[in-house]
T-cell receptor, first 115, second 113 residues
Framework: NAGVMQNPRHLVRRRGQEARLRCSPM?????VYWYRQLPEEGLKFMVY????????ESGMPKERFSAEFPKEGPSILRIQQVVRGDSAAYFC?????????????FGNGTRLTVT | QKEVEQDPGPLSVPEGAIVSLNCTYS??????FMWYRQYSRKGPELLMY????GNKEDGRFTAQVDKSSKYISLFIRDSQPSDSATYLC?????????????FGKGTLLTMNP
């Protein structure tokens, strides 16, 4: 019973390049959430998606960041023109439903390093 | 004042001891409280999930919530080497949305053999 799968585990990008992070939710889960963990900071909510819909993107930076969860395939967090401040661990979580009875289950994250 | 305060540690305890971890918070709207364990280079793993005030026990773990003091605790009995990890508290408000969690920065726990 695979958990939340994220890839790649580590990603190195030079400033100005694009970063694509992928997340496959647990089997049977249709709700996906992205969080970011900056060095010395707690995890911060970024975006909540269901299949083909963005439900809440209130935690996403206004520029350069986008997320999608297509009908087929994994959820993608895309960061364009990366800067050093984007270096962080990005965690994806999933749940079977978006209500209080469905606590989040996290993947092992993608660690992005911008050089 | 941060919404959730958590002592980063490190907290070093001997094996077999009772471990006490805690968080304070300022937002009275928080109703759901969680504790996650995070091993190095891994994702957070849900340990305990509680609603409102009271105690909840699961094996060696006990979670306590005191909403009047805005204070939550996690107790670990008979601590073991595998308990060495960072422990994150997280919480969210009412309204049916469980996903916008506010996390503490985490407390690093290490076990002394």
């Amino acid at each position: 019973n695979a958990g939340v799968m994220q890839n790649p585990r580590h990603l190195v990008r030079r400033r100005g390049q694009e970063a694509r992070l992928r997340c496959s939710p647990m089997k049977g889960h249709s709700h996906v959430y992205w969080y970011r963990q900056l060095p010395e900071e707690g995890l911060k909510f970024m975006v909540y998606l269901q299949k083909e819909n963005i439900i809440d993107e209130s935690g996403m930076p206004k520029e350069r960041f986008s997320a999608e969860f297509p009908k087929e395939g994994p959820s993608i967090l895309r960061i364009q023109q990366v800067v050093r401040g984007d270096s962080a661990a990005y965690f994806c979580a999933s749940s079977p439903a978006g209500n209080r009875d469905s606590p989040l289950h996290f993947g092992n994250g993608t660690r992005l390093t911008v050089t | 004042q941060k919404e959730v305060e958590q002592d980063p540690g490190p907290l070093s305890v001997p094996e077999g001891a009772i471990v006490s971890l805690n968080c304070t918070y300022s937002n009275s709207a928080f109703q759901y409280f969680m504790w996650y364990r995070q091993y190095s280079r891994k994702g957070p793993e849900l340990l305990m999930y509680t609603y409102s005030s009271g105690n909840k026990e699961d094996g060696r773990f006990t979670a306590q919530v005191d909403k009047s003091s805005k204070y939550i605790s996690l107790f670990i009995r008979d601590s073991q080497p595998s308990d060495s990890a960072t422990y994150l508290c997280a919480m969210t408000g009412s309204g049916g949305s469980n996903y916008k969690l506010t996390f503490g920065k985490g407390t690093l726990l290490t076990m002394n053999p």
